[in-house]
């Protein structure tokens, strides 16, 4: 089973600064098989992210994804009010089919 | 508009049992492979289990092995989740998710089930 872990735990920044979060993978991962979702309080998790890169529809270019292998990246250029929030890492694999990271809170330093 | 809509949450003892439900609407439901995923109190998401378009493919998390069943009914747009033998473990909220490709690109507002005594 791969194992996710996100760093890091918490994020405490300013609106208007770069947000880069780090998803690490245990094995290697398909670029394709990798995802982004954020999660509001109260509220369901959003696709942000697929194939590692990939926006999902209605994302703001402000999100971005990247890496490949056991390293992925998860970049918010400038942070905007609304983009306080947690976020989840997932991965696709055989068995099981999907596990999730642990998450990384960013909030309003 | 693609929408999933939880429902059949609610409070249960230890031991008992509980049926979910996801109803799904303005897509073809049985083109998709869907999934259940749950939240405890202040967790992190936990995928629970997968079932394929045409149930011929089902995948349990080993902490529900043996104890949830996961069904669907094409023919109503609808997902289930029996769930026996709870424990005070699996209280979560739980959402259901269209499963697209290698990700959930849908996702229900979710339904609370909570096991205490």
């Known amino acids: 089973e791969i194992v996710l872990t996100q760093s890091p735990g918490t994020l405490s920044l300013s609106p208007g600064e770069r947000a880069t979060l780090s998803c690490r993978a245990s094995?290697?991962?398909?670029?394709?098989?990798l995802a982004w979702y954020q999660q509001k309080p109260g509220q369901a998790p959003r696709l942000l992210i697929y194939?590692?890169?990939s926006r999902a529809t209605g994302i703001p270019d402000r999100f971005s994804g990247s890496g490949s292998g056991t390293d992925f990246t998860l970049t918010i250029s400038r942070l905007e009010p609304e983009d306080f929030a947690v976020y989840y890492c997932q991965q696709y694999g055989s068995s099981p089919p999907l596990t999730f990271g642990g998450g990384t809170k960013v909030e309003i330093k | 508009e693609v929408q999933l809509v939880e429902s059949g949450g609610g409070l249960v003892q230890p031991g008992g049992s509980l049926r979910l439900s996801c109803a799904a609407s303005a897509f073809t439901f049985s083109s998709y492979s869907m999934n259940w995923v749950r939240q405890a109190p202040g967790k992190g998401l936990e995928w629970v289990s997968h079932i394929s378009s045409g149930s011929s493919t089902i995948y349990y998390a080993d902490s529900v092995k043996g104890r949830f069943t996961i069904s669907r009914d094409n023919a109503k747009n609808s997902l289930s989740l029996q769930m026996n033998s709870l424990r005070a473990e699996d209280t979560a909220v739980y959402y259901c998710?269209?499963?697209?490709?290698?990700?959930?690109?849908?996702w229900g507002k979710g339904t609370t089930v909570t096991v205490s005594s």
């Open positions: 998710g269209r499963f697209y490709n290698y990700y959930i690109d849908v």
């Open positions: 094995q290697s991962v398909g670029s394709s098989h």
């Open positions: 194939g590692a890169s």
